[in-house]
């Protein structure tokens, strides 16, 4: 199976800050990897799939990078509707489709 | 517009079943790929279950394979969990998502499976 590593598990910020978290796959998965934000109480919200490729709607200073083994998700110029937990995910068609431990951003 | 509305969590003792359901609205569903996730309390997020398009391919976590079953009927855009023997440790939000290829693109609002004594 993936083993998915993400990076760091929290991290203080304030608003304005570019926050970077890196995700790390034990093998290589090109670019099937997904980002996904979750606020208490809510369910996940795609913000980035196949890598780097922003989901409609998702405001643009969110970004995604990397390929093969190593992603990084990168916020630039957090806003106070950022303050939330942070997923990556493998989505390269080996089952299970393992999720990274999560990255709380928090104040 | 796409909606998930999940079903059928609740309170279940250990070594029980239960069956959630999951009806989908705003797109062809038999088109998608469909998965279940779940979320124990205060914890991450855990895939579970990969129905394919059509119904023909089906996956599972190793943590739920020969307990867990993914289902679907078209006819009723709707898809299924049963869940059989369930543990203590299967306490959890289980979100009903499409499969959006790169990612998963549209999520229920889940439901809450209890297993206690």
């Known amino acids: 199976d993936f083993q998915m590593t993400q990076s760091p598990s929290s991290v203080s910020a304030s608003v304005g800050d570019r926050v970077t978290i890196t995700c790390r796959a034990s093998?290589?998965?090109?670019?099937?990897l997904a980002w996904y934000q979750q606020k208490p109480g809510s369910a996940p919200k795609l913000l980035i799939h196949?890598?780097?490729s922003l989901q409609t709607g998702v405001p643009s200073r969110f970004s995604g990078s990397g390929s093969g083994t190593e992603f990084r998700l990168t916020i630039s110029g957090l806003q106070p509707e950022d303050f939330a937990t942070y997923y990556c995910?493998?989505?390269?068609?080996?089952?299970?489709?393992?999720f990274g431990g999560g990255t709380r951003v928090e104040v | 517009q796409v909606h998930l509305v999940e079903s059928g969590g609740g309170v279940v003792q250990p070594g029980g079943s239960l069956r959630l359901s999951c009806e989908a609205s705003?797109?062809?569903?038999?088109?998608?790929?469909m998965h279940w996730v779940r979320q124990a309390p205060g914890k991450g997020l855990e895939w579970m279950a990969y129905?394919?398009?059509?119904?023909?391919?089906?996956y599972y976590a190793d943590s739920v394979k020969g307990r867990f079953t993914i289902s679907s009927d078209n006819s009723r855009n709707s898809l299924y969990l049963q869940m059989n023997t369930l543990r203590r440790a299967d306490t959890a939000v289980y979100y009903c998502?499409?499969?959006?290829?790169?990612?998963?693109?549209?999520w229920g609002q889940g439901t809450l499976v209890t297993v206690s004594a």
């Open positions: 998502v499409r499969d959006g290829l790169g990612g998963s693109d549209y």
């Open positions: 705003g797109f062809s569903f038999s088109a998608y790929g």
């Open positions: 129905l394919g398009p059509g119904g023909g391919e089906k």
């Open positions: 093998q290589h998965i090109n670019n099937w």
């Open positions: 196949d890598a780097f």
């Open positions: 995910q493998q989505v390269n068609r080996f089952f299970p489709l393992t």
